[in-house]
């Protein structure tokens, strides 16, 4: 198990606090190497008071063959009181084996590669909310079978909630 850093994860991402004002945090990782089961990639922070409503990921077409590559976005622990400020290693996606293929399941491109909408408990009408700043996480589940290595990026959009900051 390693622990992979983005350039994303050495800032907290910022915020107007203030509700509809949509906010963007980026990152991008790129596998040099196949990762390993329970690799974690840190992908970005959210801000105190951020509540996420939506984001993506993109990817190349990371697994070759009978692909087995199984990565989950979810985020740590941030020490918060509220529901959703303790760990969810899916809370954002758990989107199975991924399957580069166009139009695979849960893909949306029309080429080879991956785009999925960030799913987890934003699929059940739950917005997310942190009341202290969060670290978004990329876990390996499954290593793939071949390859396992290009560049995976993602967005999550969220706006920031100043009546739940600790």
Same mark, same amino acid.
């Given at each position: 198990? !390693?622990? *992979?850093?983005?350039?994303?994860?050495?800032?907290?991402?910022?915020?107007?606090?203030?509700?509809?004002?949509?906010?963007?945090?980026?990152?991008? %990782?790129?596998?040099?190497?196949?990762?390993?089961?329970?690799?974690?990639?840190?992908?970005?922070? *959210?801000?105190?008071?951020?509540?996420?409503?939506?984001?993506?990921? %993109? !990817?190349?077409?990371?697994?070759? /063959?009978?692909?087995?590559?199984?990565?989950?976005?979810?985020?740590?622990?941030?020490?918060?009181?509220?529901?959703?400020?303790?760990?969810?290693?899916? /809370? *954002?996606?758990?989107?199975?084996?991924?399957?580069?293929?166009?139009?695979?399941?849960?893909? *949306?491109?029309? $080429?080879?590669?991956?785009?999925? $909408?960030?799913?987890?408990?934003?699929?059940?009408?739950?917005?997310?909310?942190?009341?202290?700043?969060?670290? $978004?996480?990329?876990? =390996?589940?499954?290593?793939?079978?071949?390859?396992?290595?290009?560049? =995976?990026?993602? =967005?999550?959009? %969220? %706006?920031?909630?100043?009546?739940?900051?600790?």
């Amino acid at each position: 198990m !390693a622990t *992979l850093q983005t350039v994303a994860t050495g800032a907290v991402a910022s915020g107007t606090a203030a509700p509809g004002v949509l906010h963007v945090a980026p990152w991008t %990782y790129e596998f040099a190497a196949n990762p390993t089961a329970n690799d974690v990639v840190e992908c970005c922070w *959210l801000p105190p008071g951020a509540v996420v409503v939506g984001g993506f990921i %993109y !990817a190349v077409d990371l697994d070759t /063959g009978t692909e087995a590559l199984d990565m989950d976005l979810g985020w740590a622990a941030n020490g918060g009181s509220l529901t959703h400020d303790s760990a969810d290693s899916d /809370g *954002l996606g758990n989107f199975g084996v991924w399957n580069g293929d166009a139009f695979a399941t849960g893909n *949306l491109w029309n $080429i080879s590669g991956q785009c999925w $909408i960030l799913a987890g408990i934003l699929a059940t009408g739950v917005f997310p909310k942190f009341s202290k700043k969060t670290k $978004i996480q990329l876990l =390996v589940n499954v290593a793939a079978n071949a390859t396992g290595t290009g560049k =995976v990026a993602g =967005v999550v959009h %969220y %706006y920031v909630d100043p009546t739940i900051v600790a």
